[in-house]
């Protein structure tokens, strides 16, 4: 059975920095695309930064480039978002969410909160 679970969030000033962790069992995150979204109440869920199975490739909002680094540890079977710069705008509900590749499933982490204050 596949879990994921998120942990790393909590409470930053405006400018500050927060390492989001999302670990696995039950899977290989090698295997999956991990996307890491984030949701605040009343709105939709938002795709941040993405990474790839296989080689590692990865993507990252408008919002998120060039403030956010998405990285895979093998090893520890996680998933981390380092999030640096963080503004009012980026406060929401951050969720791990791990698909496989060519398989019609996916999974999601219980989310972790991030909030930034001005």
């Known amino acids: 059975e596949v879990h994921l679970v998120e942990s790393g969030g909590g409470w930053v000033q405006t400018g500050g920095s927060l390492r989001l962790s999302c670990a696995g069992t039950g899977l290989h995150f090698d295997d999956y695309g991990v996307v890491w979204f984030r949701q605040a109440p009343g709105k939709e869920r938002e795709a941040v930064s993405c990474?790839?199975?296989?080689?590692?490739?990865?993507y990252h909002s408008d919002s998120a480039r060039g403030r956010f680094t998405i990285s895979r540890d093998n090893a520890k079977n996680a998933v981390y978002l380092q999030m640096n710069d963080l503004r009012p705008e980026d406060t929401d509900v951050y969720y791990c969410h791990a698909e496989p590749f060519g398989l019609p499933v996916y999974y999601w982490g219980q989310g972790t909160q991030v909030t930034v204050s001005s």
């Open positions: 990474i790839y199975s296989g080689d590692g490739g990865v």
